[in-house]
């Protein structure tokens, strides 16, 4: 039986314009993409030396733009499914039915994910350019789409963890970008304070170690992620030549030849974590001892924690 | 049988309820009154499984349903106080959608739907998008929502707040049709002579606990200060003033142009000897009987008179 959330807000959305109005607007950005690059490329080579592997450069520029445009509109999509729930007072509603938090969290992930799918298939066709100039194979472009969708479900989880935990929507959505921006910007700059500081503090003769973590923090980089794939697919070098001079440890030389691939094994992990994570946040009722009783899901500070407790221990008592 | 056994709410230092116990019998119409911040929905949203109880139990059966929010949410049919509805979704979607919920299957839902509808006076709106419903019609809607599993117990949450009256009584009407079928439902209200017309039995909460509980005469029985009773002779008036005055357990008689009304302090007993004297003093009596106490004034009175009605 199909998710029941999932089929309302499919039926809900599809009689939403505004949802064929931004797939349509979305489709008209890429192909006008696609085609100024196409252009580009033939007035340079002024029609005589056309080179057809140059496409690759639309493909980098299309995939790019997809990506952005993926890790913009799932937070959007996301961040606003519980607590708006929450806010148009239908939670409540959803909590006493038979659904697990499970099925509600899954439900609405898989309702916001349902677009993000669309968009992505919508521009399928345009890869075909790509595909006629030889410039990539078939799986070349699965391998893109995998990693778009493994993407948007790791944003999606984190968004919707946000939406259970903050009340507004608009909220949720800024907290999201926020991580987003430190997951590229800030892991890099981090990376590579990390490694020059370490760098600094050896000794004249003394070899950098093997293992440490500054590097680590670029598996949680899905700008580099995507990069790197890029690099993998096109045999082409972006990104990694520069970076393999920074970090030059030898966990720093290895991420960087898989860079995309731990990223998504990484991603895979934050979908599990925070789908947990959200699937406890939702769950008004939370069960510590097996059919004895439940802790409270609100936040108390320690005091109240004590005085709690300390009535449980008198009413036991008595 | 359902059965609350020392509910406790706390929330830090704070004690929503407070040792609550409560006896709601099958089939019976159950109101729950109490003032703002009585504890009346944090009660009700501990019944429906939407907040943990600090302790005590709430059985069903000789189930504790907190220790088993899965059974409970089966056997309870939740409407709460303030809810929303989807927009863009048509009242048999919307039906539909809920049935999903409760994984009810696809063959099973179109008959369960036009069931629900009929009772709760729907039908002709099957394919009317919820958010254009007026508000007694969503409150409508939502109860049948609340019944879209079959749940043996109904806990609805002021389910005639912000109603018309012409509203309220459609919605008694079909909460009389629903005890009718069966259902056992407690239902909270602030308004409290339609509690009293339609409520097999009330309980009175204030400050978490239960002050009063019984049906609405052995609550006003048991609670009202004095009984008025009315009599009203075929003339003779002066005379039986008179004799009521002098009887002891009579604390006022207020005369009126056709009848008369006294204040009786005494026993069922003692009531009957008036009756019998005053016969006995051959005084013609067209009617002997007690004045229905007025509900409102003696939860005032329980509850300290600090709350709205």
């Known amino acids: ?318 | 049988m359902l059965t609350i056994h020392e509910l406790v709410k706390r929330y830090g230092g704070f004690t929503a309820v407070d040792g609550l116990n409560l006896e709601v019998p099958d089939g019976s119409i159950f109101g729950f009154v109490g003032p703002n911040g009585a504890g009346k929905t944090t009660t009700m949203k501990i019944m429906a499984g939407l907040l943990q109880a600090t302790s005590g139990e709430v059985l069903m059966d000789g189930e504790n349903l907190i220790a088993n929010p899965r059974l409970l949410h089966r056997k309870m049919g939740y409407m709460p106080d303030f809810f929303g509805v989807y927009d863009n979704l048509k009242v048999s979607e919307y039906m539909d959608f809920y049935a999903g919920t409760y994984h009810i299957p696809y063959r099973d839902r179109k008959d369960l739907i036009a069931s629900l509808l009929d009772i709760v006076d729907l039908s002709h709106k099957e394919d009317a998008y919820v958010d254009s419903l007026s508000r007694g019609m969503k409150q409508r809607l939502c109860l049948a929502r609340s019944l879209v599993h079959d749940p043996a117990f109904l806990i609805l949450d002021e389910p005639a707040s912000g109603l018309d009256p012409r509203a309220r009584v459609e919605m008694k009407e079909v909460l009389k049709g629903l005890k009718t079928m069966g259902k056992t439902i407690l239902i909270s209200s602030h308004i409290l002579p339609e509690l009293a017309e339609m409520c097999t039995e009330i309980g009175i909460i204030d400050h978490g606990k239960m002050v009063a509980q019984g049906s609405v005469q052995e609550i006003m029985r048991n609670l009202s200060q004095k009984r008025i009773i009315m009599v009203k002779p075929l003339g003779q008036m002066e005379k039986l003033v008179h004799l009521l005055e002098e009887m002891p357990q009579v604390t006022e008689v207020i005369e009126n142009t056709a009848d008369c009304e006294f204040a009786f302090d005494g026993s069922e007993e003692e009531l009957a000897e008036v009756l019998k004297r005053l016969i006995g003093q051959e005084i013609p009596l067209l009617a002997f009987y007690e004045k229905e106490g007025n509900l409102e004034e003696i939860f005032m009175r329980v509850t300290g008179g600090v709350q709205e009605l």
């Open chain 1, 1 to 318: 039986m199909m998710n029941p959330v999932l089929r309302r807000e499919a039926i809900t959305s599809l009689r939403n314009r505004r949802s064929f109005i931004n797939l349509t607007l979305y489709v008209i950005a890429i192909v006008a993409v696609m085609a100024l690059f196409i252009e580009m490329l033939l007035m340079n080579s002024r029609g005589l030396l056309f080179d057809p592997a140059d496409v690759k450069y639309s493909y980098i520029a299309l995939t790019g733009m997809q990506i952005a445009a993926i890790m913009l509109s799932t937070p959007a999509l996301c961040a606003g499914s519980i607590s708006g729930e929450r806010e148009r007072q239908t939670l409540d509603l959803l909590l006493v039915t038979d659904l697990t938090p499970l099925e509600i969290v899954m439900g609405k992930l898989m309702a916001s994910l349902a677009m993000v799918l669309l968009m992505t298939l919508t521009s399928l066709p345009i890869y075909a350019i790509c595909l006629y100039f030889g410039t990539l194979s078939v799986l070349d472009v699965l391998g893109m789409m995998v990693f778009f969708l493994v993407s948007a479900c790791a944003v999606g989880s984190v968004s919707i963890y946000f939406s259970c935990k903050i009340q507004k929507t608009v909220i949720s959505i800024l907290c999201v970008y926020l991580l987003i921006g430190l997951a590229c910007l800030g892991t890099l700059i981090w990376s590579v304070l990390g490694i020059a500081a370490l760098q600094s503090n050896l000794a004249p003769n003394q070899a950098m170690p093997a293992v440490e973590p500054f590097s680590l923090a670029l598996v949680a980089n899905p700008a580099l992620g995507f990069f790197s794939l890029i690099e993998h697919q096109l045999n082409m070098n972006i990104l990694s030549n520069t970076l393999s001079t920074i970090f030059i440890t030898a966990m720093g030389q290895k991420i960087m030849q898989h860079q995309y691939l731990f990223h998504l094994i990484f991603d895979v992990l934050v979908i599990v974590l925070f789908l947990f994570l959200a699937t406890r946040a939702i769950n008004p009722i939370r069960r510590t001892e097996k059919g004895k009783h439940f802790t409270e899901k609100k936040r108390f500070t320690k005091k109240e924690k004590k005085n709690v407790q300390q009535g449980q221990e008198d009413s036991s008592a008595q």
